[in-house]
């Protein structure tokens, strides 16, 4: 039973437009989300975060939004920029373990 | 300040060998998680040490263990090594807390023939 899903294996987006990376869990215990990129032959790097508690974080360019009802993520880039070209990885903490998505591969496109 | 380390950085073993892979986490981290990346099936979890003790245990059979040292540096060690734990093993550490996020090291290629 997979408890974290990403249910867009990719995603195609035009340079200057908005990116919207999608993220279902399952567990309601979960407390604590986080993004994280991934550049082929580097590990994963955090990108943003965000508390069960709350529903909107933002950091820049990158936007996450919580819905709890629904157990639904979702991480908007805006704008989109090539060098955003990347394997997006949501993950879900319960007690300090995380569990990960399969990722989402996004290309921006010049 | 130094980031996540991994050594080495590719391997090659054959089936029924073991392995041993190594993680340096950042300097003051004292938590260290390792983590098994497949193409087929993303990251997944394997264990987290937190000073030298094992904290969080994935769903991983007996033959992957770990340890972590007084330094905080820790070691996964793969026994009778199969052909299906060929991966991508990821080293991750954060400081303590639940909260903080993870610093991943570049991974240890593992390819068993």
């Known amino acids: 039973d997979q408890q974290v899903k990403q249910n867009s294996p990719s995603l195609s987006v035009q340079e200057g437009r908005i990116s919207i990376l999608n993220c279902d869990y399952t567990n309601s215990m979960f407390d604590y989300f986080l993004w994280y990129k991934k550049y082929p032959a580097e590990g994963p790097t955090f990108l943003i975060s965000?508390?069960?508690?709350?529903d909107k974080n933002e950091d820049g360019r990158f936007t996450v939004f919580l819905n709890k009802s629904a157990k639904h993520l979702s991480l908007h880039i805006v704008p989109s920029q090539p060098g955003d070209s990347a394997v997006y990885f949501c993950?879900?903490?319960?007690?300090?373990?995380?569990?990960f998505g399969d990722g989402t591969t996004l290309t921006v496109k010049p | 300040k130094a980031g996540v380390t991994q050594t080495p950085r590719y391997l090659i073993k054959t089936r029924g060998q073991q392995v041993t892979l190594s993680c340096s986490p950042i300097s003051g981290h004292r938590s260290v998680s390792w983590y098994q990346q497949t193409p087929g099936q993303g990251l997944q979890f394997l264990f987290e040490y937190f000073s030298e003790t094992q904290r969080n245990k994935g769903n991983f059979p007996g033959r992957f263990s770990g340890r972590q040292f007084s330094n905080s540096r820790s070691e996964m060690n793969v026994s009778t090594l199969e052909l299906g734990d060929s991966a991508l093993y990821l080293c991750?550490?954060?400081?303590?807390?639940?909260?903080?996020?993870?610093?991943f090291g570049p991974g240890t290629r593992l390819t068993v023939l």
């Open positions: 991750a550490s954060s400081l303590e807390g639940q909260y903080n996020e993870q610093f």
């Open positions: 965000i508390s069960s508690i709350k």
């Open positions: 993950a879900a903490r319960i007690q300090g373990k995380s569990t």
